[in-house]
């Protein structure tokens, strides 16, 4: 990797010094392929992680999935989600599973912490254990489930590489990268579903294909309609996507459908921008991003978000008002609440 390939993109200061800065690397790319912008090399090759749920929910979509079972738009984004495992959350899950032959004993993602102090706190009161359907990735790896069971495939192994699930997961996303299958490397996610690395420039690629598949006339007509049952839910129901303390959540929100959000793990984050998000006619636009030291604190990766996005002008000064608690700026607080600093992007977008 060439030393320039991440550059400084957030920076924290204490008082008026700058004491320390995360670099990263990002590309903005249109529904042609495009790139808009970018910073750093807009070819670093890293995993989505989390980043790629909606494309890991395409095969089943595209397949006529939802009207075989009966799922709702509610049910399809949270398919999509990294959700914070809130009782809404479990509920929607255990109503998918209803639907379509899927138990919780099925599912292979694991079980860890829940994500929402108050939700952690409840179950603490009721004496109730994290399970399986609680985990972030439950819809997802229900999702997959209920693919393989519509087609009649084996649930046993669904995570295997070989399993004709994973092998669809892949051949669609890699066609929304316009990258053959093999130039895709594959790892395994924290939930031990396989998960992608591709170039960020490809991503971004994926996510402007996702919300205009039919730019260029490239993308068959279920392709076309998958990608728009998937922007559709997952702009519907933002708050299936992620939960009560997301970013992904509230930005679509703040965005009001113009907009979808899907962060990863370790500082990567993939946004669309739906036709027209910009002005009448603008074109779609896909963003993704990386910072370098997988923004460990988690102070990064809203405030860069929000600067693309305003450096883009996709949100008008009420909207980023909004959503001022997840930046541009944040404060740099003390173990005394006291404000002694500041985090805050530190980079410009460069035109191609």
Not at 200 to 214: E, G, V
Not at 232 to 254: I, K, R, W, Y
Request: hydrophobic letters at 40%; charged letters at 15%.
């Amino acid at each position: 990797m060439p030393p320039t390939a991440y550059q400084p993109i957030f920076e924290l200061t204490r008082g008026d010094t700058v004491e320390s800065i995360h670099f990263g690397a990002l590309a903005v790319v249109d529904s042609s392929g495009r790139l808009v912008g970018s910073l750093g090399d807009p070819q670093v090759v890293t995993y989505l992680r989390s980043t790629a749920k909606p494309f890991q929910a395409l095969p089943f979509i595209e397949r006529g999935g939802p009207a075989h079972f009966g799922l709702t738009q509610k049910e399809i984004a949270l398919m999509c989600a990294s959700h914070s495992g809130t009782d809404e959350h479990v509920s929607t899950v255990l109503g998918i599973q209803a639907k379509t032959g899927v138990t919780e004993a099925d599912l292979m993602c694991g079980v860890h912490p829940i994500f929402h102090a108050p939700t952690l706190e409840a179950m603490r009161q009721r004496g109730e254990q994290p399970t399986p359907n609680r985990h972030n990735c439950s819809g997802k790896h229900t999702g997959m489930l209920a693919s393989a069971v519509m087609q009649g495939f084996p649930k046993a192994g669904y995570l295997e590489l070989q399993h004709p699930i994973q092998e669809e997961i892949l051949q669609a996303f890699a066609e929304m990268c316009n990258l053959p299958r093999d130039q895709v490397a594959i790892g395994v996610d924290g939930c031990s579903a396989p998960n992608f690395a591709v170039p960020l420039l490809n991503t971004a690629l994926a996510f402007a294909r996702l919300c205009d598949p039919q730019a260029g006339g490239v993308a068959p007509a279920a392709r076309a309609a998958a990608c728009r049952t998937i922007t559709a839910a997952m702009t519907a129901f933002p708050e299936m996507v992620g939960g009560p303390d997301s970013f992904d959540t509230h930005l679509m929100q703040a965005a009001r459908g113009q907009i979808i959000a899907k962060g990863g793990a370790e500082g990567y984050q993939g946004l669309g921008l739906l036709p027209g998000a910009l002005r009448p006619g603008s074109p779609a636009l896909g963003i993704a991003f990386k910072i370098s030291d997988g923004d460990p604190r988690g102070r990064a990766r809203s405030g860069v978000a929000l600067e693309i996005l305003r450096q883009l002008g996709a949100l008008t000064p009420a909207q980023m008002q909004a959503l001022s608690q997840f930046g541009p700026q944040v404060p740099v607080l003390n173990w005394r609440k006291i404000e002694v600093g500041q985090g805050r992007p530190c980079f410009q977008l460069d035109g191609s």
